[in-house]
């Protein structure tokens, strides 16, 4: 096996033990399980925190890194910048009275709904600031100044 398969093997061998993980794994747990030192171990958590919910527990001196959502939850969920665009399509066609802003509204509510607690305060970080940042009107016209 390549070098480069045998990295992307690991990461994926990592991401399905924090996934399995009820309490988490602790970084030399990790290590034992791949077989690797604790700085290539800490190189792939790092990796698999862009691209997953990677939940931390701090039990007394210990840290245990989990996945709390299935994997494929990380690649369904709407990025901010995604809703901000919505967002700001919701508010064009609410100003300009277009046909589909009502339903077009529901369907933002529903993607906000099902966002949990900690996503939504992240979320209405961003949202504000990038919805102000990208106004549109329904006709697609980019509305900034």
Known sequence: MTKRLSNLDRTLKLVHALTQSIEGLT???????LEVNRRTVERLRNVILIHFD???????RIKR?????????AYARPS???????????DAG????????EALEKLLSKIKIAFDSAERRRLDNDLDLL??????STNGTDLRL
């Open 27 to 33: 970084l030399d747990e990790m290590a034992s399980l």
């Open 54 to 60: 990677l939940e931390e527990t701090i039990d007394g």
């Open 65 to 73: 890194f989990r996945i709390k959502d299935s994997p494929g939850r």
């Open 80 to 90: 901010s910048s995604e809703v901000a665009a919505l967002q700001s399509v919701v």
């Open 94 to 101: 609410r100003r300009e009275g277009t046909v589909n802003s």
């Open 131 to 136: 919805t102000r940042l990208f106004p549109v």
